[in-house]
């Protein structure tokens, strides 16, 4: 065996089942590896961030290692974005990068693709990834790699692989597996038992989940949980589309002033909020109309849990919901004032013009007819307007909100097996990665593109009304479709709009783009209330601070 078949059959163990990549000349070598053992299927995209986020939603979806290989230099820091995402938002991505040989090192020599020094790529990565390693040794290879993925599971966050190219055919042993971390028994029981005391003395506990639930895989757990200890159950912003495949009765999302009033009064009033798994972000609450008050809450995150001043370290998430599920009790009853939230349908087929509610509707229609077609949406109006889309699983890129992410995460989600995805994309995202569409002939993806198409970054014409900078051209996208093979259609009624996806579902076997055009200025009822309320809180607080609170929802936008 050689060190590419190890680290090949190492990523397949541990849960890796397809590789996204572009090929470059340090990593050409590994390729051919990667194409002729057959360990894993490789899918080649035509822009290294597309790679990465195709890996990134595939990783997201089915809570696995994603896997993203590029060369050296040009390709790996053209990738630094995607990554950064993954690493913010708690994903295990696993990024192999060729590199130059030992040979090639000792030159002396400026090698192409470097920057600084030849280990100035790996300085990069060490900032955006949880564990690193440059296989450089064979001998050491097999302990390196077991390290590098079991930091990667544990910690649900990216880690670093580099290869240097004349160490891709040396002989190497298999790679171990090594045992996930325990909780400390004594810290657990001590840990669950403050915590159902808490629960138990409170007036008005919430379930609040995060996406580490579903990071580590443990959603029907934290759903039996739910129902074991009968409060009520919310998701954040972030954790849009968690427990969809339950029968847990959620309240909805907490989107702070954005949201219904009753569900963020629920948790923002609550006086036992225990947070499971949620990433405190600033699109998580930085919208919130009252601040809720950490040290009051309950929260397990991180491998950790807090509550007040009190913190236990190294308790990890599914062990923490494991002794709850064997120590827990009924607390409270489920049924409240708030009932969970309906979503419109029966989008009317008429001459209208079309919003961005309109689409909801349709999409609504469509998971009615079809139901557990996964979503994925790029950041602005698209994801607003996910949240008013039955209850389904999205993945979107909810608090590191970069563009561009939709269409190559719609594409990962599909090369990884989840189905025929429906992708929800602004205009200005699709002119960044949209071009990644023409991989579906190759590949036979026919994911549905809905193009939210009102030639602007509208989000942020919401934010700086009659700025000129948000102006964006009509680029005509439904006519390029054919060109990357795929059928498109641009719609501008409501008509058109209900046609057009009973015709891409209809048809099989090419991607479907319907550009849909929308008036500059109409937006989705939730990014409507979202302007609102972040105004109205920044009126009502001092300007200084108001400043402040506005720089914190910048990533937002």
Request: aromatic content about 6%; overall charge negative.
């Amino acid at each position: 065996m050689n060190l590419s078949q190890a680290l090949l059959h190492a990523l397949h163990q541990h849960g890796a089942r397809e590789i996204f990549g572009i090929p470059g000349d340090f990593i050409l070598a590994f390729f051919r590896q990667v194409e002729t053992t057959a360990i894993l299927p490789m899918f080649t995209l035509s822009h290294e961030p597309g790679v990465g986020f195709a890996a990134d939603a595939a990783a997201r979806y089915h809570t696995r290692l994603g896997v993203a290989a590029v060369t050296y230099g040009a390709g790996a820091l053209n990738m630094v974005n995607a990554v950064a995402s993954s690493y913010a938002e708690k994903v295990p991505l696993v990024v192999i990068s060729g590199a130059p040989g030992a040979a090639e090192r000792r030159s002396g020599y400026l090698l192409h693709h470097q920057a600084k020094t030849l280990d100035s790529q790996l300085a990069i990565f060490r900032e955006i990834t949880c564990d690193q390693v440059v296989l450089d040794d064979a001998a050491r290879a097999p302990a390196d790699i077991a390290r590098v993925l079991a930091s990667c599971l544990a910690h649900s966050r990216p880690v670093y692989i580099e290869l240097p190219r004349d160490m891709v055919l040396m002989p190497c042993a298999p790679v171990p597996h090594l045992a996930p971390p325990a909780a400390q028994p004594r810290a657990l029981a001590a840990c669950t038992e403050a915590i159902l005391a808490r629960l138990a003395q409170a007036r008005a506990p919430l379930l609040l989940v995060g996406v580490e639930i579903r990071r580590y895989g443990i959603e029907h757990k934290v759903a039996r949980l739910a129902q074991l200890l009968n409060i009520p159950v919310a998701t954040t912003f972030m954790g849009r589309g968690l427990l969809a495949d339950t029968d847990v009765a959620l309240l909805g999302t907490y989107l702070g002033v954005a949201g219904p009033a009753a569900l963020s009064a629920a948790v923002e009033q609550s006086d036992a909020l225990f947070m499971l798994g949620v990433i405190v972000s600033d699109t998580n609450f930085g919208a919130s109309g009252k601040t809720i008050d950490l040290h009051a809450s309950i929260h397990a995150h991180d491998g950790a849990v807090s509550m007040g001043y009190q913190v236990y370290p190294a308790i990890p998430l599914e062990a923490l919901v494991d002794a709850l599920l064997e120590h827990g009790q009924r607390i409270g009853t489920q049924a409240s004032a708030l009932a969970p939230p309906a979503y419109p349908h029966d989008l009317p087929r008429d001459a209208a013009p079309i919003a961005p509610r309109d689409i909801a509707r349709a999409v609504n229609d469509v998971l009615a007819a079809h139901p557990g077609l996964p979503l994925a949406a790029d950041i602005g109006d698209c994801l607003f307007t996910a949240l008013d889309i039955a209850h389904t699983a999205l993945v979107a890129p909810g608090y590191y909100a970069t563009m561009g992410y939709g269409v190559p995460a719609g594409l990962g989600l599909q090369a990884g097996g989840a189905g025929r995805p429906v992708i929800l994309v602004g205009d200005g995202a699709f002119q960044m990665t949209g071009w990644e569409l023409g991989n579906c002939q190759r590949y036979g993806w026919d994911p549905i593109v809905i193009v939210f198409n009102n030639c602007s970054w509208e989000m942020l014409r919401a934010f700086e009304p009659g700025a000129g900078f948000t102006d964006l051209s009509d680029w005509h996208f439904a006519d390029m479709a054919a060109a990357l093979g795929g059928n498109g259609c641009r719609v501008t009624t409501r008509a058109g709009l209900g046609a057009a996806l009973d015709a891409a579902l209809a048809r099989r076997g090419r991607f479907e783009l319907i550009e849909v055009m929308i008036p500059r200025g109409v937006v989705s009822d939730t990014l409507e209330r979202f302007v609102k309320g972040v105004r109205r809180l920044q009126q009502s607080i001092p300007a200084p601070l108001a400043l402040a609170r506005s720089r914190e929802l910048e990533p937002v936008l």
